[in-house]
């Protein structure tokens, strides 16, 4: 009997970039969660410290989890299957001799969990690429069943904040917006950068700019996206904070999240592949856009 580690007993997968220590990131195979990324030290990605995650069960607090198929609550369960199940790596990281960039790839298909809630067949691809400031992923959604099937998702993605009050969203104004604390109601955002002082959960659509976050500190990030049209900023504040039993009660002052989502349902026809791309860059203090 061999002693080597199988996919199956890999919890998670370390990319660690060639050229520039301390900058690497974490995936965990259950959900392709990415959990940690780091620059040259620094977290740039917000985990409660309450977080726990568990095949089919819970998915990581924390994070990049995948939402698909489903962004939100719906037919099947809130957010979808994607983030709970467990992906496959199926060859080994590969790195740039050139760059020391790290290029990794988590593949899902059907199993018996997806299939219970969601019928169709699909392969999703999400490829990991970590450069010397910034992490690129790219989702691609395969559609391999005989049937057209419709989807939604988006990428989840959790950043920490020093101080909620002083963090500022740029890039939002003149979107419209959905404001899931407001009945649903659809406003247009008139405030550049927006900034959070209570529950907040809202999805704006078609957003044309790219998004500068900035922590309430020192550092910012541009996050751009490549079809993933929307964004979707969410804070629970206090009183939710509370009800939830995998976040701490005052961890609402210290993160938000920021998500990239493709939240219009796209149909996809049987052989047709669509794929959506985000990136997130550190943004240095002299930096000009
Ligand atoms: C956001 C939704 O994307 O995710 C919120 O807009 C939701 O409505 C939040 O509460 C967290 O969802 P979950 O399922 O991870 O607790």
Redesign the pocket.
Same mark, same amino acid.
């Given at each position: 009997m061999s002693d080597k580690p199988t996919q199956e007993d890999l919890q998670h997968v370390t990319l660690e970039h060639q050229k520039c220590e301390g900058t690497s990131c974490k995936v965990e195979l259950v959900g392709a969660t990415i959990s940690s990324f780091k620059i040259m030290g620094h977290e740039m990605l917000f985990v409660s410290k309450k977080a726990y995650c568990e095949e089919e069960k819970k998915?990581l607090?924390g994070g990049i989890?995948i939402?698909f198929p489903q962004?939100?609550p719906g037919k099947i369960k809130? @957010?979808g299957f994607a983030r709970l199940c467990r992906w496959k790596m199926p060859v080994m990281p590969t790195v740039n001799p050139q760059t020391g960039d790290v290029d990794a790839s988590f593949v899902l298909v059907p199993n018996d969990f997806s299939k219970a809630m969601w019928p169709h067949d699909f392969a999703l691809v999400y490829r990991v690429i970590l450069k010397h400031s910034c992490l690129a992923v790219q989702l691609q959604v395969k559609n391999t069943d005989s049937e057209p099937f419709t989807f939604t998702s /988006?990428l @989840?993605t959790y950043f920490p904040v020093d101080d909620i009050s002083k963090a500022t969203v740029k890039g939002l104004k003149g979107s419209s917006y959905i404001d899931?604390v407001d009945e649903g109601k659809t406003k247009v955002e008139s405030d550049d950068p927006v900034m959070i002082n209570g529950r907040t959960?809202r999805?704006y659509t078609n957003v044309k700019n790219d998004i500068i976050l900035g922590d309430g500190g020192n550092a910012s990030l541009l996050l751009k996206s490549v079809n993933f049209d929307d964004i979707?900023v969410?804070n629970?504040w206090s009183e939710i904070a509370k009800s939830?039993s995998d976040f701490d009660d005052e961890e609402y002052k210290t993160m938000i /999240?920021v998500?990239p989502g493709a939240t219009k349902p796209i149909v996809l026809a049987p052989g047709e592949t669509w794929t959506g791309k985000h990136g997130i860059t550190l943004l240095l203090p002299d930096t000009k856009l």
């Open positions: 998915p607090r989890p939402v962004f939100g809130q @957010h /988006c @989840h899931k959960d999805v979707v969410w629970p939830m /999240c998500e």
